[in-house]
């Protein structure tokens, strides 16, 4: 009997150390599965309690025993572990720090030195793999289960679209992808790495396009691959709205940003062919035309949904002729949308119709402004001029504006001069007076006094400096009352 030893529990309170060169170069990339039976091992070294195999390992650590080989084996190739006894599984811990200060080299794994060397075959001197990337590739072969051809594939595909110093990270993301997509034999594998070079191959000529003469990175390379898998464009559909990249940042960026855009007014789940693009860039361009008279706006998403509304009322041609009635009165294209929808309500169809309708308006309001300046009282609220009242005036009675002008300096002295003149006016339709000698008659003869009191005098000091432009953003704002401003209510 040992004069020594330690009590039965003494296991459970003690630690197991773990060297830090095992936590800094190996933890990192090993599986956390792989990590549990290295500790769990470990611990049995230190605290060898009774039998420990396999079984007994699987139970503590709720694995299945397969599972538990492929962890010893991967701990072998990165030659931490090593296997004395098939049977049964025996295993010698060895150290991290020993190991890479002596650089022993484990040959006791023949299936991975077999793998090793058809791997060095195949490349033959185009590149010498490390030792840490055959174990790579190896992970690949045992725990992917990808087959070695597969594999040489891969490490060939990678060379031909990256070069012989490319990056080993990569490799491994495509490995992963080749496994779930259960790549499992050659022809498979071709068409895989095919699908994969007309990624890269599409982006190269993307950057190329934008102006970027260098190699696609990794993240290029999946956005790419995201515009043409998952959004549905074609190659020739992404080429074609790089073109739209012209007037902003030429960057794949951008360029997503844009595709994106086009991807959410196409139907879901359809392919995006190239016209589809182009008729994208037209709205752009149509819009941007449409802001270029207008003054001010930018083209987005949000601008060009407005803008696809417009187009349902009206062709280009009076989207233009809108947006210059609303320049210069701070206009947004919201309301170039209102105004719009107002004339549409209005019944205004053509061309024609519209211009007629404008050039009424402007007279109108040319009219107003001149019968305010005579009457020296522009921002007076009771001498606010109705817009139905000038549409009566000029349109329904047809009386001339020097008719009109005739009759303001009768209704001057009133305390409400517009209501004044509408009555003034009202009694000359009656009496079929046309012209401004007839209404001079009439007044003379006492025919145009109307019982009104009369308004307050307005000093010159008050009204001397008037400034009349802003009757033109007056005249803008009735023009989107939901009538298009030609009839208003007295």
């Known amino acids: 009997m040992a004069a020594f030893g330690f009590d039965d529990r003494y296991a459970m309170f003690d630690v197991t150390p773990v060297t830090n060169q095992f936590i800094v170069d190996l933890l990192p990339g090993a ?11 470990l611990m049995k070294c230190y605290h060898p309690e009774g039998e420990t195999d396999l079984d007994e390992m699987a139970g503590a650590l709720r694995m299945p025993r397969e599972d538990i080989l492929s962890a010893f084996r991967y701990w072998e190739r990165r030659r931490v572990v090593r296997r004395i006894s098939d049977d049964p599984p025996t295993w010698r811990f060895l150290s991290p ?10 040959d006791d794994d023949p299936e991975f030195e077999a793998f090793s060397n058809a791997i060095y075959e195949a490349f033959d001197n185009e590149r010498r793999l490390h030792g840490s990337e055959l174990v790579t590739c190896f992970d690949w ?39 779930q997509e259960n790549v499992r034999t050659m022809e498979a594998a071709e068409d895989f790495l095919a699908r994969d070079r007309e990624m890269y191959d599409g982006t ?16 290029q390379v999946a956005m790419y691959s995201k515009w043409i898998r998952e959004w549905h464009f074609t190659a020739a559909a992404v080429e074609e709205a790089v073109k739209q990249t012209a007037g902003g940042d030429p960057s794949m960026g951008y360029l997503d940003a844009i595709l994106d855009g086009i991807r959410n007014q196409s139907a879901g789940g359809q392919t995006v062919q190239a016209e589809q693009v182009r008729h994208s860039e037209d709205r752009r361009k149509g819009l941007r035309e449409v802001f270029r008279a207008m003054g001010r706006g930018s083209v987005n998403e949000g601008t060009l949904k407005l803008y696809d509304e417009m187009l349902s009322l009206y062709d280009q041609e009076i989207l233009i002729l809108a947006a210059r009635e609303c320049r ?9 949308l209102e105004l719009l929808k107002a004339w549409k309500k209005r019944g205004l169809n053509t061309r024609e119709e519209i211009q007629q309708h404008l050039d009424a308006f402007h007279q109108q309001t040319a009219l107003q402004k001149e019968l305010l300046k005579k009457w020296g009282a522009d921002g007076a609220e009771e001498a606010r001029i109705p817009r139905a009242y000038l549409t009566r005036w000029t349109g329904e009675w047809g009386m001339s504006r020097e008719l009109i002008l005739k009759a303001a300096e009768y209704a001057a002295t009133a305390r409400k001069p ?21 209404a001079e008659r009439d007044h003379a003869a006492g025919g145009g006094r109307q019982g009104n009191p009369a308004r307050q005098n307005v000093s010159a000091q008050q009204y001397a400096q008037r400034d009349y432009s802003g009757m033109e953003e007056e005249a803008m704002e009735r023009m ?5 401003g030609m009839n208003e209510d007295a």
């Open 31 to 41: 599986r956390g599965d792989f990590v549990k039976v290295y500790l769990y091992g």
């Open 97 to 106: 720090v020993q190991q890479m200060m002596a650089g022993e080299e484990n």
């Open 141 to 179: 072969h045992e725990e992917l289960k990808l087959p070695t051809e597969v594999i040489i594939m891969l490490l060939k595909h990678m060379v031909s679209i990256r070069g012989k110093q490319f990056n080993f990270k990569e490799a491994d993301r495509t490995a992963t992808q080749m496994a």
């Open 204 to 219: 190269r000529r993307v950057l190329r396009k934008l102006g970027r003469h260098y190699a696609p990175s990794e993240a």
């Open 328 to 336: 210069g009165a701070g206009r947004s294209p919201e309301d170039l």
């Open 418 to 438: 517009a209501d004044y003149l509408d009555r003034l006016l009202k009694s000359y339709q009656e009496k079929g007076i046309r012209t401004p000698e007839e």
């Open 480 to 484: 989107f009352e939901t009538d298009g």
